[in-house]
């Protein structure tokens, strides 16, 4: 059975940072690519990341460019995105997400079930 959990999730105030993380189970997480997606109150839920499986190679939307990094620990079967200079815009529920391949990702194959983040003084 396919699991995708995410942690690490919570409150911070702007300009803090913040690491969230997601234990994979049920496949093989180095044949795939992992992103990170996101949902803003009353909007559409995005990409923010995505690391490749075949070289890590990685992808992240213009608004967390320089901000946010995306990575991968196989042998742990995690993938963690390290979060910086955080602003309120950032708030929203974080989605990790897998697919088989390589990233840039159309359609994810499997995504959890979300962790809160809010940015907020």
């Known amino acids: 059975q396919v699991q995708l959990v995410e942690s690490g999730g919570g409150l911070v105030q702007p300009g803090g940072s913040l690491r969230i993380s997601c234990a994979a189970s049920?496949?093989?997480?180095?044949?795939?690519?992992l992103g990170w997606l996101r949902q803003a109150p009353g909007k559409e839920r995005t990409g923010v990341s995505c690391?490749?499986?075949?070289?890590?190679?990685?992808y992240y939307a213009d608004s967390v460019k320089g901000r946010f990094t995306i990575s991968r620990d196989n042998v742990k079967n995690t993938v963690y995105l390290q979060m910086l200079s955080l602003k309120p815009e950032d708030t929203g529920v974080y989605y990790c997400a897998a697919a088989y391949g390589n990233c840039p990702v159309s359609a994810y194959d499997y995504y959890g079930q979300g962790t809160q983040v809010t940015v907020s003084s």
């Open positions: 690391i490749s499986s075949s070289d890590g190679s990685t």
């Open positions: 049920g496949f093989t997480l180095d044949r795939y690519a």
